[in-house]
């Protein structure tokens, strides 16, 4: 499984656009890139997924280099509902037996939204 | 389409006793999927049921159990309870027959109920 590092926290203004960087190194061929975001006392949220490039939605964009090898989530202009824990899970579909699939979370960065 | 769905949202037990949690997938799904989450840490895997088996299972013990019905929904057990077992406890759905969305790779996760092992 590729190890990902992400900043264990961040703090933004209101309206500002926010980027928070994933590294993953060890990132394998058929490895995809995926965020999911976590209100508190809730269940985690997918917000986007990428391979390669760029890939934007009506949430967030991510930014993926040539290697692979780090991605960023883009938020723009965050409020202060978009404070909450942000997960960056590399190639952690794991595929066990039959059919079984888990998701490896780390820590995650905990954004925090400033009025 | 309603949602994952689970129950109770909190409870308090105490040590030794065995506690049931309840989950209901999200109309359509027929893959469930169960995740501890202590405070500060990200979620972990517990085990996935598929058509009322267990598919998957992560590094827990055998007093977490499961069961999945023929509607799709799922309990989670977990006998002789102890004071580290007290967290968040994450229901999550998804369709198909591999557990994740093969397209996007997301689960649909509830919003969990709350365990304190006293």
């Known amino acids: 499984l590729a190890k990902t590092t992400q900043p264990i926290s961040m703090d933004s203004y209101e309206g500002q656009e926010v980027n928070i960087t994933c590294s993953h190194n060890?990132?394998?061929?058929?490895?995809?890139i995926t965020w999911y975001q976590q209100f508190p006392s809730q269940g985690p949220r997918f917000i986007i997924q990428?391979?390669?490039t760029k890939v934007t939605n009506e949430v967030a964009s991510l930014f993926i280099p040539a290697d692979r090898k780090s991605s960023t989530l883009s938020l723009p202009r965050v409020s202060l509902s978009d404070t909450a824990v942000y997960y960056c899970?590399?190639?952690?579909?794991?595929?066990?037996?039959?059919?079984?699939?888990?998701?490896?979370f780390g820590k995650g960065t905990k954004l925090s939204v400033i009025p | 389409e309603t949602g994952v769905t689970q129950s109770p949202t909190h409870l308090i037990k105490t040590r030794g006793q065995q506690v049931t949690l309840r989950c209901s997938s999200q109309?359509?799904?027929?893959?469930v999927s169960w995740y501890q989450q202590a405070l500060g840490q990200g979620p972990q895997f517990i085990f996935q049921y598929y058509r009322e088996e267990e598919n998957g299972r992560g590094n827990f013990p055998p007093r977490f159990s499961g069961l999945q019905f023929p509607n799709y929904s799922s309990e989670l057990n977990v006998n002789a309870l102890e004071l580290d077992d007290s967290a968040l406890y994450l229901c999550?759905?998804?369709?198909?027959?591999?557990?994740?969305?093969?397209?996007?790779?997301?689960?649909?996760f509830g919003e969990g109920s709350r365990l304190t092992v006293l």
């Open positions: 109309s359509g799904h027929n893959t």
């Open positions: 060890n990132i394998a061929t058929n490895d995809y």
């Open positions: 990428g391979y390669k």
């Open positions: 999550a759905s998804s369709p198909g027959l591999a557990g994740v969305d093969a397209n996007t790779g997301e689960l649909f």
């Open positions: 899970l590399v190639g952690d579909i794991e595929y066990s037996g039959a059919g079984s699939y888990q998701l490896t």
